[in-house]
């Protein structure tokens, strides 16, 4: 049986004032009517039913995640005491599938990511399943560039593909790349051979357990001591609180010896700030985005407005401006500065007034 499983334990910092300690990111409606995480499963309809996805969050998420996901199995639900990183994570959800199923494939996915195209995804999807299950191997989604991006990691492929007999070609991954630089990023685009890292996983949970009994015993042990647990909370807890902070990438990926990748082509996005919703939201012929808002532009390109209440604003004779409103706080940032919006949140931290904030 194939599963979903879906990392939404993150706090969504770059997307302050709207996502907040208690409603963070991925459980925003930040395009349409449903939320990042309904779209999550919402595109894999046809692929996966909603009883087979587990959903990984933090534990004080969860009830956030039965009412926004009724169609999850609760017990398909893993509550993270603490955060620690994406490896624990995964390791979580392999050892409750492959308790249940233990030829099971598992496809982890990000809660809050954006593809424009879900068929050619699950196109994608279906090649690497078959490659998880026929190799053996870890398989990760490689999303073909069209542009020198900077704030996407690398994967270098082979230059012929390893498996050419699937519908799509499978190649094997030479190598990973944390963020280059600009003149980095332009040669990667020029060599052909390089693709955005998606940060989307498939492989059997039996193979990824062995990955991490041979490169991280430590979260190895703690798994297998979750598999043969009722899974409580107090079992998830003790889990946790074993393990040490590592990402998948790091801890997995970067040193495994099968590790293959299926190019992509979806309209895909991870949306890791207000210049990406900007980027991805309609726009009039200037570039001006407004989302539930009455938004006068006047001499100004390229801004976003997202706004409470019933009031006009105006914006004149500005460029790449958005200005962001809640019940209690206004954000107005610089898009190609967005990235600083962690920084507001980290000075928020600071000061016990400015904690209700967060």
């Not at 706090?11 to 309904?38: A, D």
């Not at 962001?324 to 990235?339: F, G, H, R, S």
Request: glycine residues 6%.
């Amino acid at each position: 049986m194939v599963y979903a499983v879906i990392m939404a334990g993150g706090v969504g910092t770059r997307f302050w004032p709207k996502s907040r300690k208690s409603n963070p990111k991925q459980f925003l409606n930040l395009f349409g009517e449903t939320t990042m995480i309904q779209q999550t499963v919402e595109r894999l309809n046809g692929f996966i039913e909603p009883e087979n996805v587990v959903v990984v969050t933090n534990r004080d998420y969860v009830s956030l995640v039965k009412e926004q996901l009724p169609a999850v199995d609760p017990s398909f639900i893993i509550g993270e005491p603490i955060a620690r990183n994406t490896a624990p994570c995964i390791a979580s959800a392999a050892a409750l599938l492959h308790k249940q199923d233990p030829d099971s494939v598992m496809i982890v996915l990000p809660a809050d990511h954006r593809i424009g195209n879900p068929k050619a995804f699950k196109q994608v999807l279906k090649t690497a399943v078959k490659t998880a299950r026929n190799e053996q191997s870890l398989v990760t989604l490689g999303i073909k560039p069209h542009r020198p991006e900077t704030g996407y990691g690398y994967i270098q492929r082979s230059l012929e593909p390893v498996i050419d007999d699937s519908e799509l070609p499978v190649f094997k991954v030479q190598k990973f790349t944390e963020k280059p630089d600009a003149e980095t990023a332009e040669r990667f685009l020029e060599s052909g051979d390089y693709l955005w890292n998606s940060g989307i996983f498939i492989w059997k949970t039996s193979v990824i357990l062995e990955a991490f009994k041979q490169q991280i015993p430590a979260i190895y042990k703690e798994a297998k001591a979750l598999e043969s647990s009722e899974f409580s909370d107090e079992d998830v807890h003790e889990f946790y609180q074993a393990c040490p902070s590592i990402s998948i990438d790091y801890g997995i990926m970067e040193n495994a010896d099968k590790v293959n990748v299926v190019p992509g082509d979806f309209d895909w996005n991870d949306v890791g700030s207000w210049k990406a919703v900007h980027e991805l939201s309609d726009k009039d012929d200037n570039g001006n985005a407004s989302v539930n808002t009455d938004a006068l532009f006047v001499n100004s390109d390229g801004n976003y407005a997202s706004t409470k209440g019933k009031k006009l604003v105006a914006f004149a004779g500005v460029k790449n401006i958005a200005l962001v409103e809640t019940d209690d706080a206004i954000l107005v940032v610089n898009l190609d500065e967005a990235q600083d919006v962690k920084e507001v949140v980290e000075e928020l931290k600071e000061n016990e007034e400015t904690n209700k904030y967060l």
